[in-house]
């Protein structure tokens, strides 16, 4: 991935009218220091000594500064992909060009050359909640994971969408993820994610709150990072969905949701799941190539939160034949997965930002148009390049964080029959015996006398030590150690008859964690030929 800003460095703006030492007093207090000033009036740049994140955000808490930001690292813009019909991609890259009789309007479009410089979705998973997919077209094949999938219409586990003549689904999935420079076809804004296909409407395009919820619920559960729904019911309350979508917050799963195609406000006519509450929730208005509100779509002031590409918007479509792999299609349902691919790039440009904070850091970097003003939350068209940079400047809030793994637990300790044995030492001066433990624990074992002995030829009494040994514990579970004595241990149980000896085990495990067991054995000394 590119690297985003420069290690160590921040840029801070200072109020008009602040002096030396009110700017000197806010670099302290934000723990930054001076390295030197910019052309711009009253722009100074900082070292850092921590996160740069974390830093700026102290500083913007500054009442003496004006903005900061991370030190961005720019690059050459990212070259347009050699896909054959992308210059019919308005909604990707808008230079004017003529789509279906109408021109442009330059720089209408999700920014996504932009976001490309940063990063083009590798790793994040968006889940197309719809039709199904064509598993098999060409610009999405690569792209589809073959392992989370399902189909909660038919439940046969194969969520194709090939009996729905608009090939909605298929049509949804290569706006958000189709690949991209394989000199095939279209791409999509996030060309190197994954698609999770799940199917929930039938081919006729319906589907039931049954359907919907099992899919939403599926998709967050099995990885998805981003879920498209790019359906709708025009009902003010639907609980279950409302549930699916509670689910998929508690996953840091971002939602994106369709607006309808009504053409009616949603503040006043709702249309679930565009009106739920929930944080992680983005409903998508459609715009055409020249930044207008489109004729059939819906909006809403508190309720649609911003506009995307969604007329005239050439997708993939059947792949029985070349002629039939792509078609243009219109509707909210098509400027949803624009938002979703917008996303699935912040996710992986910012792999720290939660699931609000992504559908936050959508919202604030939405590029103004005049034609959303006033009829949408933002008044603003999608920017998946600004996003990603909003996302790495949002002030620090609490994330939930996974709780730590537990500690490695200890080895339990080595098992004997009896706490106490007697054991005879035969002719030859050996002994052995038996404990438990867990297989492929590794150890040693130490005897020892348990009274002060006065061995030979030694002046003071202490205790004398027999045998040490390591052993490794068997599948079986089952350590049988033998020892035989020396020579002085000998002597020493030919004087006594018989030596209360303290036996340690001490086990140790792959985590180099210890448990110790003891255990006390009477030796008797031989039995005397007759």
């Given amino acids: 991935m590119a ?170 999935a290569g706006s958000a993820g189709a690949v991209d420079n394989n000199f095939t076809g279209i791409a999509g804004v996030a060309p190197d994610a994954r698609i999770m296909a799940v199917r929930v409407l039938d081919a006729s395009g319906g589907g039931s709150s049954e359907s919907v919820a099992n899919g939403i619920d599926y998709a967050a559960t099995h990885g998805a990072d981003v879920i498209n729904l790019s359906l709708g019911q025009q009902t003010s309350t639907d609980p279950v969905v409302s549930s699916a979508v509670d689910v998929a917050n508690g996953q840091n799963t971002v939602v994106v949701a369709a607006a309808g195609n009504e053409g009616m406000d949603n503040d006043s006519h709702p249309s679930i799941p565009c009106v739920l509450p929930q944080p992680n929730l983005v409903c998508a208005a459609s715009v055409d190539n020249q930044g207008a509100l489109t004729s059939f779509s819906n909006y809403g002031p508190t309720t649609v939160d911003l506009g995307a590409p969604g007329r005239s918007i050439l997708s993939a479509f059947g792949h029985q034949t070349p002629a039939d792999a792509y078609h243009y299609l219109d509707g909210t349902s098509m400027a949803a997965p624009h938002v979703s691919g917008a996303a699935a790039l912040v996710r992986r440009g910012d792999t720290s930002a939660a699931d609000t904070e992504i559908v936050q850091a959508i919202k604030e970097s939405a590029r103004p148009l005049e034609q959303l003003r006033g009829v949408t939350v933002t008044g603003g068209l999608v920017d998946a390049a600004a996003a990603i940079r909003r996302a790495l400047v949002l002030p620090i809030r609490p994330r939930a964080v996974s709780p730590p793994p537990p500690p490695p637990t200890p080895p339990g300790k080595a098992g004997f029959e009896d706490s106490k044995r007697s054991i005879r030492v035969s002719r030859t001066w050996r002994f052995s015996f038996t404990f438990t433990a867990a297989s492929g624990l590794t150890g040693r074992i130490t005897l020892k006398t348990v009274r002060r002995v006065r061995p030979r030829n030694r002046g003071r009494k202490r205790r004398a030590t027999f045998a040490n040994k390591t052993f490794t514990v068997p599948v079986s579970g089952k350590v049988k150690v033998r020892f035989k004595l020396s020579r002085r241990n000998r002597r020493i149980l030919k004087r006594y008859g018989k030596l209360r000896t303290s036996v340690t085990v001490k086990l140790r495990n792959s985590a180099d964690l210890t448990s110790t067991a003891k255990l006390r054995i009477t030796l008797k000394a031989p039995k005397r030929r007759r």
């Avoid at 302290?28 to 100074?44: D, E, N, P, T, Y």
């Avoid at 004006?66 to 990707?92: C, H, I, K, M, S």
């Avoid at 197309?128 to 038919?154: K, S």
């Fill in 3 to 172: 690297k985003k800003f420069v290690a160590g460095e921040a840029i801070v703006r200072y109020k008009s009218g602040t002096t030396a030492s009110e700017r000197s007093a806010s670099r302290a207090r934000a723990g930054v220091s001076f390295k030197r000033s910019l052309r711009i009036g009253r722009a100074q740049l900082v070292a850092v000594g921590g996160s740069v994140g974390d830093a700026v955000a102290r500083l913007n808490r500054q009442p003496d500064v004006r903005y900061a930001q991370p030190n961005f690292v720019y690059r050459a813009t990212a070259a347009p992909p050699n896909d054959t019909r992308f210059g019919e991609l308005w909604g990707l890259r808008n230079t004017g060009q003529v789509i279906e009789g109408f021109p442009g309007t330059p720089g209408v479009d999700v920014n996504v050359l932009g976001a490309w410089d940063t990063t083009r979705g590798a790793g994040a998973v968006i889940a197309i909640v719809d039709t199904g997919v064509d598993q098999g077209h060409p610009d999405l094949a690569a792209n589809i994971d073959p392992v989370n999938r399902a189909d909660f219409v038919d439940g046969d586990g194969n969520p194709d969408d090939e009996d729905n003549p608009d090939y909605h689904g298929t049509h949804v």
